[in-house]
């Protein structure tokens, strides 16, 4: 610092030593005045700063109380207090314990507690308290975080700062008083008006301001650097007030990173976990993984307890499980499995893992881990039950036995009071009740047909039937009202094999207090295949002993000789008396007397290979009766596997003496059916000759004399033009007329008994392009006239003889073109259908139609069904139709209704069949 020059000073004091008194008065009340109020507005501003940060920190870390108290403790500022309160004004966090609670005007001004309570954020001093507040509201809008600080500290500093100030103002006073006039303007003015700009920035915030004190002398420099000085210890004090606000940020920001971490550990355990309380019973705190498996929502934490982990079934009450808290509260860790019930009511098997853990002071909790075995027990409570309804059908019991017994089983496991077994019988109608325990039902019978009509409706559904009084309508085909329905719930789950559907277990349900889950269902379908299964081996092993009862009848009923043998050929089992068989032979040799071969070891090889080879063989064998008379027999030796191992064969023998006879006769008639199919082929080819001929006449000699009427009748037509006779060009028209309708006749029956003679011409056929082609060839037909023909994009390919098949679309479409006639708006459609092989085809129009009484004389050669005067033709066309579509396999129908139209249906084959020689 540089040393005041004391000559110009003590001059000026001695010359104007009353006149400095008054400046010095007026400048140390003013620098009071404006460097009080720069530092008051600073320390607002601050103030207000620090309390914005501190919500912002509190809000983005959802902290607890715990949290809270320890910010607040670390926060607190030196010379004040760093407090909560809620937007009535009552203290809510505060270091000191005894203010928890009070409202703040017991200890600021009402005004200030006005402005604090009315405004989001700000800053003010209340003179009256003493302190220097900064406020903020929290984002919610709930609480309010206010930082006070005591002025007195800061007044002293300023006291401090403005003495100094003063002091060293009244010396410039003296030394500008000593320079007078010019020199006052000069050394003076300048310094004190870049002071002046200096404390006027410093006083607006502006910390970066410094006064350049190079042109500066005596006292205005000294006030200059002390000014510099001052400006630096502001702005050092409040950097470093910024360096512990920053080191608080990166504090709270640590805290909420730790926190975050540890939450995303405690939410991603696979295990859920509860923090209880043990002094209240409440839950605290869970992971994200007790609300997957329990239903409950974090809404609905606050009003769960310990007593909500308890199913309250027997042995799963909430005192049972106290005395397992109990335990874990004394310091041992207790393990166990427990039934808990979810949100929506349902059971869960879970695993429970119980330690005392001490988390606050005077304050014990309990860290309960839960574990998911609802699976594992679920798994384990079905494969028991699952053994013992196996169990009970091999025991044999009755049909009610065992279903009471598999009611029983399935108690243990589900909510099942009421339990019905159905059973169907032969016919879909036959319904019969082995077991029926209904608490709601006072006669046995009292809900029979509705259990049979919902169990009809199951067949259709194939699969487990849940219904309500919602939906029960929509399985019924009777009205609803016919029955009464007085249960809130029935499911139905069938008894299915893999042979068939025997019935269905039906559960009734009246109440919601104590209800299947519809997780169970399939569990419970599952136990229903076992008792399907147990039930089949049980119907299976009694039908069993009627088949043996039966059987042992049927063999010594049956008129075939049956015996049973084992490996050395000894007879077990024969179902006729042998003496009438083996004659005189021993019985123990009497088997291989049956079987082929020249000797004893050739016969012993046959049965050795049936039992080795395990092959089953087939022969025949005879026997002369006493009177000479020979008894033919076919029998087949086959080998009985039973577990891997052959040490049975059976032996079925069957008479076949007349048999023997009739291929005897067979063969003679044989030797005579041959004679007389030489004798017919040669009368039929000289039938086919005679055919021949007749076609060759109607072709040409029938011609002739047509040709000749038509002929001169045109003559005398052409002669008689003149002539006015109507009578005579109508006769000659008719002759005429008569002469072509016999030639299309001639050429109809020609092409009608060429069918039966030509050979098909096998091949894929695009029919598409067959019609149009027809449609082609008809163009004449239907010239001028409009018709709505609708063909098909994509019509199937068929299999057939292409120029028939396209006689079959001309025959056809001529037809409705024809009958389509008297109609304006004619339309004719082509349709199709593919089944199994074949596609059906069918040609639609709306024309005058005919009565189906009719429909047999349509395809007859020569017939008609409307007079030649209304519709043209020769009655040939539909009867080639038939036999073109009879010859390719197929079948040709129609269906029609008079002035309504007809359609035509025929069907082809669609692929080429396979022909595999023998």
């Given amino acids: ?186 050394v003076l003015v300048g310094p004190l008006r870049r002071l002046t700009h200096a404390a006027r920035e410093m006083g607006r915030g502006n910390m970066d301001v410094e006064v350049d004190t190079s042109h500066m002398d005596d006292e205005l420099a000294l006030l200059g650097f002390t000014f510099n000085e001052t400006q630096q210890e502001i702005r050092n004090l409040v950097g470093g007030l910024q360096r512990q606000v920053d080191e608080l940020d990166r504090a709270y920001f640590s805290l909420w990173k730790s926190e975050e971490r540890s939450r995303l550990i405690f939410d991603s355990i696979n295990d859920a976990i509860v ?82 853990a001490s988390l606050e002071e005077d304050n014990q909790h309990m860290v309960i881990v839960v574990r998911d075995i609802d699976q594992r027990k679920r798994n384990q409570q079905i494969q028991v039950a699952m053994y013992r309804i196996a169990q009970i059908g091999q025991a044999q019991p009755s049909l009610y036995e065992f279903f009471s017994s598999v009611h029983q089983v399935l108690q243990t496991i589900f909510p099942c009071p009421n339990l019905t077994a159905a059973l169907y019988g032969d016919s879909p109608e036959d319904v019969y009740y082995p077991y029926r325990l209904d608490e709601h039902e006072l006669l046995p019978q009292a809900q029979g047909e509705l259990d049979k009509t919902l169990l009809q409706a199951m067949r259709k559904n194939e699969g487990a039937l849940w219904i309500n009084a919602g939906n029960i309508g929509d399985y019924l085909e009777v009205p609803v009202d016919d029955f009464e329905i007085n249960f809130k719930d029935w499911i139905a789950i069938p008894m299915q ?47 069993l002993r009627e088949s043996e009862a039966r059987w042992q009848t049927l063999m010594k009923s049956s008129p075939q000789l049956i015996m049973t043998v084992n490996r050395a050929g000894e007879i077990l089992f024969v179902n006729q008396p042998l003496s009438g068989l083996i004659g005189d032979t021993q019985p123990e040799d009497a088997f291989f007397g049956f079987l082929p071969g020249h000797n004893i070891e050739e016969k012993k090889q046959v049965l050795g290979r049936v039992f080795n080879q395990r092959a089953a063989i087939s022969f025949e064998f005879s026997i002369y009766n006493l009177d000479d008379s020979e008894t033919w027999f076919s029998a087949n030796l086959a080998p009985v596997v039973d577990s891997g191992r052959v040490d049975l064969a059976i032996l079925n023998a069957m008479d076949i003496t007349v048999r023997k006879k009739a291929e005897d006769q067979v063969l003679r008639l044989n030797d005579q059916l041959e004679q007389r199919v030489r004798e017919r082929t040669a009368l039929l080819e000289a039938a086919n000759q005679e055919l021949e001929s ?95 023909l609708v063909i098909p994009e994509q019509l199937p390919d068929c299999i057939g003889d292409p120029v028939l098949i396209k006689q079959v679309w001309i025959n056809l479409l001529s037809n409705a073109f024809k009958f389509t006639r008297q109609n304006p708006n004619a339309r004719v459609e082509v349709g199709f259908e593919q089944n199994s092989g074949k596609v059906i085809y069918h040609l639609a129009d709306n024309g005058i139609g005919f009565d189906m009484k009719y429909v047999d004389k349509l395809f007859g050669v020569f017939q008609r069904l409307h007079s030649s005067e209304e519709f043209e033709g020769t009655g040939v066309g539909l009867a080639i139709v038939h036999r073109v579509i009879g010859r390719h396999g197929g079948r040709i129908w129609v269906e029609a209704e008079p002035a309504k139209g007809a359609t035509f249906f025929f069907s082809l084959p669609s692929k080429i069949k396979k022909r595999v020689k023998n």
């Avoid at 199913?311 to 397992?324: I, P």
């Avoid at 008792?531 to 049980?538: D, G, Q, S, T």
């Avoid at 005429?736 to 056929?765: C, P, T």
């Fill in 497 to 543: 094999t893999s042979r068939r559907l025997q019935g269905a277990l039906i559960l009734r349900y009246y109440t919601s207090s104590l209800q299947l889950a519809r997780a169970d269902l399939e569990f419970l379908s599952l136990i229903c295949v076992q008792v399907a299964a147990a039930l089949e081996r049980k119907l299976a092993e009694k039908a």
């Fill in 275 to 356: 923090l209880l309380s043990i002094k209240s019973g409440a839950i605290l705190d869970v992971n994200e993984k007790f609300f997957e498996i329990s239903g409950y929502k974090r809404e609905d934490l606050s009003l769960l307890s310990a007593r909500d982990l308890s199913s309250g079934l027997e042995g799963y009450t909430f005192r049972n499980l106290l005395r397992f808290i109990r335990r874990a509260r004394k310091g041992e860790p207790q393990m166990f499995e427990w039934q808990a019930r979810c949100k929506d009511g349902s059971y869960l098997w879970v695993e429970i893992n119980a330690r005392s």
């Fill in 1 to 186: 610092m540089r040393k005041i020059p004391s000559s110009i000073a003590l001059r000026l004091a001695v010359w104007f030593l009353a006149l400095s008194f008054l400046p010095l008065g007026v400048m140390a009340f003013f620098t009071n005045y404006d460097v009080m109020n720069a530092f008051e507005r600073q320390a607002i501003e601050y103030q207000q700063e620090q309390a914005r940060l501190n919500v912002e920190i509190l809000s983005d870390s959802h902290a607890g109380e715990n949290e809270f108290m320890s910010h607040l403790l670390r926060g607190q500022p030196k010379d004040g207090e760093h407090f909560i309160v809620d937007t009535r004004g009552f203290i809510l966090f505060h270091p000191n314990e005894l203010r928890v609670g009070r409202w703040i005007q017991h200890f600021y001004a009402p005004e200030t507690v006005d402005v604090i309570l009315s405004n989001p954020e700000g800053g003010l001093i209340d003179s009256d308290a003493g302190y220097i507040i900064g406020f903020s509201h929290f984002p919610d809008d709930d609480w309010v975080d206010i930082v006070a600080v005591e002025i007195s500290p800061l007044q002293n500093v300023i006291s401090g700062l403005v003495r100094a100030s003063s002091l060293q103002l009244g010396v410039s006073l003296l030394f500008i008083s000593l320079a007078w006039g010019l020199v006052t303007w000069v």
């Fill in 694 to 788: 007749f076609s060759y006449s109607i072709s040409h000699d029938l011609r002739a004399p047509l040709r000749a009427i038509n002929g001169f009748s045109r003559i005398l037509q052409d002669e008689f033009a003149d002539s006015e006779s109507e009578m005579r060009h109508r006769y000659l028209a008719l002759i005429r007329e008569n002469a072509r309708q016999m030639g299309l006749l001639i050429d109809d029956l020609l092409a009608f008994s060429r069918l039966g003679r030509q050979k098909l011409n096998m091949q894929r056929i695009p029919v598409r392009e067959t019609i149009e082609q027809a449609v082609a060839t008809l163009a004449p037909e239907i010239e001028g006239r409009k018709i709505d």
